[in-house]
């Protein structure tokens, strides 16, 4: 057998994606682009409903409080997600609920002057306004280190060495919301995953007037036939004598979201009130802005790279970061119960569909502004059970976690310094963040357990993030670990025109802001 050519059997790095059919700045029809950007819409509804499912009780309120709730925060995620692909980083990216968040809301809830508030809905509305407070103040936090220019002068220490861990513990931290859940309800679960791999990878191919209609719209086709199935399962009695466990993972009709669901209820500016406002809560929330600062930094990145775009320049990043801060403003205004932060899912959903149009996105903005003020039809689809989410985050979380590693190929991976660096700060970045949920699941509170509580929530919600945990090992060893004539097996010699707007022809083309505004906003 002859030799390989050195050609043959290496790829040169590309700083774009290739075979996407349709990029950040590119639009496909609009028929085609209304039910891509409704795929986005139904994906988003998994966060929107599942946070408040979790946090509402807890804070004393009934299921139309819940309902409220969900309408709200899918009302502010469309404002935010609009105002962000229009004078942010303008990169495709459902801005949706946080997680990262729950933590600090959590200690909130559990405040002994909250919690002795012997009426539910007294409690419930008591809790919300101190929520909105902490919400308020802390969303500054993000406001200034955008629109000061300070994070993106941070983000100059950035290599691809050092982003690729962050990047991928992005999408292989979220392991918990996938099989765990799927497992929860295997009937539902399962069928979905391998059906929408089905649809979306092997036949992809398959075209209908010249559109692989199986590649681009299998999230809507497969979430419809299985959300069928389960509807059958459950009128039929499937689970008639099941566990409550189960019956909440697996039956369409045990939300009672569209019971509760008002027919028209447009979202307002302190609906549950005047905020209240305590330093110590307000101190807490802090640590929350900063992971969703850190982990949409990440998805920014994975976003670009599956939008078909350059890296965003520091002045992009810091813009967009400045608008997620009003976007988290917006949101203690507004009272959804949780900060904002980039959507994982929808970024993955990029991927799969191989459609990076920001058009798209901005329709889905427009859908879930919409579909919140008419509260019957947005708890119809916010009725689908979470395992059916679950499972398609199986596929979405991992391809953004594989983006996460493709930056590899723009450093040197024959060098020890960086296999160390990548190893390590991966390894931490899954093993921290499960230790302190372990321990929290056995405890029933985290490793930090001191009588400052806003620094209890800095330490848990903080070392419980693994973009979080990895971004401060791999910076940190990256920026510090044989730095000498280390640059170009770091990857910078590819990465460093990207640091500035001006560095490349085609960050005007993709991070322009609209309507001529850079000439009064010139980019740095």
């Excluded at 962000?84 to 002994?112: E, K, N």
């Excluded at 001191?450 to 070392?463: L, R």
């Excluded at 990207?498 to 560095?503: M, N, P, T, V, Y």
């Amino acid at each position: 057998m002859a030799e390989a050519k050195p050609e043959e059997i290496s790829h040169p790095p590309m700083e774009q994606l290739q075979g996407f059919e349709y990029c950040i700045d590119s639009n496909p029809p609009w028929g085609e682009a209304i039910i891509l950007a409704f795929q986005h819409y139904i994906l988003a509804l998994g966060t929107a409903v599942m946070i408040p499912a979790v946090l509402v009780p807890m804070m004393g309120g009934d299921d139309g409080d819940r309902v409220r709730v969900v309408q709200t925060l899918l009302f502010v995620t469309g404002i935010n997600t609009l105002l962000q692909s229009l004078f942010g980083t303008r990169l495709p990216t459902v801005i949706g609920g946080s997680y990262a968040f729950v933590i600090p809301i959590v200690a909130i809830i559990q405040d002994s002057s909250l919690a002795a508030i012997p009426d539910g809905h007294e409690r419930f509305l008591e809790t919300m306004r101190a929520i909105q407070g902490a919400l308020i103040v802390s969303s500054s936090i993000q406001i200034i280190l955008g629109y000061s220019q300070l994070w993106g002068i941070f983000s100059r220490f950035f290599s691809p060495v050092g982003m690729a861990p962050v990047v991928a513990l992005l999408g292989f931290g979220l392991f918990e919301r996938g099989f765990p859940v799927v497992g929860r309800c295997v009937e539902v679960g399962l069928p979905m995953l391998i059906l929408f791999v089905v649809l979306s990878q092997y036949l992809k191919n398959v075209q209908i007037k010249d559109i692989p209609i199986l590649e681009r719209f299998s999230l809507f086709i497969c979430i419809a036939l299985v959300w069928a199935y389960a509807q059958i399962l459950t009128s039929g009695g499937a689970y008639k004598n099941s566990t409550e466990v189960t019956q909440i993972n697996c039956r369409t009709d045990r939300a009672n979201l569209i019971s509760s669901a008002p027919w028209l209820k447009i979202p307002y500016p302190l609906q549950w009130g005047a905020p209240t406002f305590n330093a110590g809560q307000s101190f807490g929330m802090v640590s929350a802005v900063l992971v969703s600062l850190i982990e949409s930094t990440a998805s920014y990145k994975a976003a670009a790279r599956l939008a078909s775009a350059t890296p965003p320049p520091a002045h992009i990043l810091s813009r967009g970061i400045g608008w997620q801060g009003i976007g988290i403003l917006l949101d203690g205004l507004f009272g959804t119960g949780t900060g904002s932060t980039v959507s994982v899912e929808n970024v993955g959903l990029l991927g799969s569909t191989r459609i990076g149009s920001r058009r798209v996105i901005q329709i889905c903005a427009g859908f879930m502004i919409f579909f919140s003020m008419l509260g019957k039809f947005g708890a119809l689809f916010a009725s689908i059970p979470f395992t059916i989410f679950a499972a398609v985050y199986c596929v979405l979380f991992g391809l953004v976690a594989a983006v996460g590693l493709s930056f590899l190929q723009f450093t040197n991976m024959n060098s020890m310094r960086n296999l160390f660096i990548v190893g390590v700060s991966i390894f931490l970045g899954l093993s921290v963040p499960e230790y302190f949920f372990r321990y929290t699941m056995a405890a029933q509170r985290g490793p930090a357990h001191t009588k400052a509580g806003w620094f209890n929530d800095y330490i848990n919600t903080i070392f419980s993030s693994p973009p979080t945990v990895g971004l401060m090992v791999a910076v940190f060893l990256d920026n510090t670990l044989e730095t000498k004539d280390a640059g170009k097996d770091r990857g910078l010699p590819w990465w460093v025109r990207f640091r500035s707007f001006k560095g490349d022809s085609r960050n005007e083309e993709f991070y322009s802001l609209p309507f001529n505004l850079n000439r009064f906003f010139p980019p740095a």
